[in-house]
DNA sequence: GGTGACCGCTTCGGAAATCGAAACGGGGAG
DNA sequence: CTCCCCGTTTCGATTTCCGAAGCGGTCACC
């Protein structure tokens, strides 16, 4: 439950998802997570820092820990299924090239809409 | 990233959760879930449906799809992860036999800092 | 030495999400 | 009819989030 709560939060997993492969500073860590707010990012870092998923480099990058990528890993499956999902729900025209939402993502509304969003895993 | 942002929000996960065992109506759900506000319950419930990760049986009781199942399975990872994660930062109060905390858990403080908040695990 | 760019991080006012409790109409039991 | 639970909506109060500006610091460059 604490780790529904920790990950319930709005920036928690995507933080979580742009440290997958390495390092970053608060910086551009910021500008990966769609540029989020710099007090929110500070809060999140802060309980993920204590809850030690993540730690800091003498260079003060922040890094996940190998609990950290334990729980990256653990999000594969939620992964995999989101892309399934977005298949099911979303599978018509998948050509979002004019697309300029920000942060928000709403969840579709249903199959024959057109209302596009971004599905990109990475 | 949209089931980032569908999930990231405060009761979603929950919800999802404590709909594994079979269907719940409204209120009873809601008790569950640590007598959240109806009003955000009632939002949540829509966006879940909207996605099409539950639906509502004729007696008005709600119910994971099969999509549902899929997500809540692909949940498990990370619920073992959370287990592992609790025993490695919280290794003395090892006795999670009783579980009544109310709604905000918050990264276990064990290690180091006075965090607020209590968590606990289920 | 001065300037500008990036850095980690904090502060603050306003917007949005969430809460909490009350209330509506309806169903079933006594 | 009354009492209790139900699903659901509404509304004011609180919490969280956002967005932008600012602070002190480093480093390259002129």
């Known amino acids: 439950m604490a780790a529904l709560d920790l990950f319930g939060r709005r920036w928690s997993l995507r933080i979580l998802w742009e440290l997958r492969a390495g390092p970053l500073g608060f910086r551009p860590l910021q500008k ?4 989020m707010s710099s007090s929110v990012m500070r809060q999140r870092l802060t309980e993920l820092l204590d809850a030690q998923v ?4 003498p260079d003060s990058r922040y890094e996940l820990t190998p609990l950290g990528h334990e729980a990256r890993h653990a999000l594969d499956p ?11 729900i979303d599978p018509q025209g998948a050509d979002h090239t004019d697309d300029q939402s920000a942060g928000r993502v709403s969840p579709p509304d249903t199959v024959g809409d057109g209302a596009p969003e971004r599905g990109s895993a990475d």
């Open 54 to 57: 993540i730690h800091q480099l």
């Open 32 to 35: 990966r997570c769609d540029d």
């Open 78 to 88: 939620l992964v995999r299924w989101a892309e399934r999902w977005a298949a099911t």
